[in-house]
């Protein structure tokens, strides 16, 4: 076998693209749980004192998180797809 030969699988990296997209979708769907729950515990469980707010800040500080995992794992996805895309374009030499 040839070490120096490449083989891209276009599906692979198609299917990898897609697993980046949902994974970004689940993700956040449990995030935006999780920013829910702690936000009821405040609402209706720890109102005031000192853990209230702390756990006030930290919802808040977390909260501007939301939206980032998807934002970064979307753009891992359309890399995976540039990816492909850039070795076809490298590769057409070879098919005519």
């Known amino acids: 076998m040839d070490e120096d030969n490449l083989i891209v699988n276009d599906e692979d990296y ?46 808040s500080a977390a909260g501007l998180l939301e939206g980032r995992m998807r934002e970064v794992l979307d753009g891992t996805a359309v890399l995976c797809e540039a990816f492909t895309a850039d070795v076809n374009v490298a590769d057409d030499f070879l098919y005519w």
């Open 14 to 59: 198609r299917n990898l693209a897609e697993a980046y997209r949902s994974l970004g979708a689940l993700f956040e769907e449990k995030y935006h749980e999780y920013i829910s729950c702690l936000t009821t515990i405040l609402e209706n469980a720890i109102t005031d004192g000192s853990v209230a707010q702390n756990l006030r800040a930290f919802v």
